[in-house]
């Protein structure tokens, strides 16, 4: 049973620091997916990984995925308020496109 | 281009009383997905739909049906509600294929209160 993992859950960030956001898969698997959820809204994809060391960036943030680790990080670069949200990570979980979703990561920034 | 819609966008229910929430999409996608999501549990899958004909059973699939009318609607049935179903449905299809492979497009929500 392929299981996600993020850490950690809750992310306090200060304004204009750096942090991480970490994503553990537990099976092989070559495409991994980020998106984010504003409260009370649906979720919104932010970037699509399809191959070891596949890096994408928006803006402040930047995602990469190491399918040998089984690990993704989003990093996040001078945090800014707008950044405020939920962030998950989604690995495919089989040959239909079903997604393994991780528990999210509820990020607050504050100044 | 509207993407994935989801109808209705709230909902109050009595326990025991039954419903069906639609969903549609517009990007000819062959597989289509039925979420459940509380606070503090993540996403959870309930039933998915990986072309036209199929359905599968997810991760939480007891006191729910589906039912996969065409290729663009994919709505999901309560039969009984019960207050264990509150919570917020997410409807989401993907394609196949190409670049984007599986990347999943979600509907706004309904947001369902069983009292």
């Known amino acids: 049973e392929l299981k996600v993992e993020q850490n950690p859950l809750f992310l306090s960030m200060q304004e204009g620091k750096n942090y991480t956001i970490y994503c553990n898969y537990s099976t092989t698997s070559d495409r991994l997916y980020w998106y984010r959820q504003d409260p009370g809204k649906s979720l919104e994809s932010l970037f699509v990984l399809l191959s070891n060391g596949a890096v994408k960036q928006e803006g402040r943030l930047m995602a990469s995925l190491d399918t040998k680790a089984r690990l993704s990080t989003l990093h996040i670069t001078a945090a800014v308020h707008d950044l405020s949200a939920t962030y998950f990570c989604?690995?495919?979980?089989?040959?239909?496109?079903?997604?393994?979703f991780g528990a999210g990561t509820q990020v607050v920034v504050t100044p | 281009n509207a993407g994935v819609t989801q109808t209705p966008k709230f909902q109050v229910l009595k326990t025991g009383q039954s419903m069906t929430l639609q969903c549609a999409q517009d990007?000819?996608?062959?597989?289509m997905y039925w979420y459940r999501q509380d606070p503090g549990m993540g996403l959870r899958l309930i039933y998915y739909s990986a072309s036209e004909g199929t359905t599968d059973k997810g991760e939480v699939p007891n006191g729910y049906n589906v039912s996969r009318l065409n290729k663009r609607e994919f709505s999901l049935r309560l039969e009984s509600a019960a207050p264990s179903q509150t919570s917020v449905y997410f409807c989401?299809?993907?394609?196949?294929?190409?670049?984007?492979?599986?990347?999943?497009?979600f509907g706004p929500g309904t947001r369902l209160t069983v009292t």
């Open positions: 990007m000819n996608h062959n597989s």
């Open positions: 989604a690995v495919v979980d089989d040959s239909w496109g079903k997604l393994q």
């Open positions: 989401a299809s993907s394609g196949m294929g190409g670049v984007t492979s599986y990347e999943q497009y």
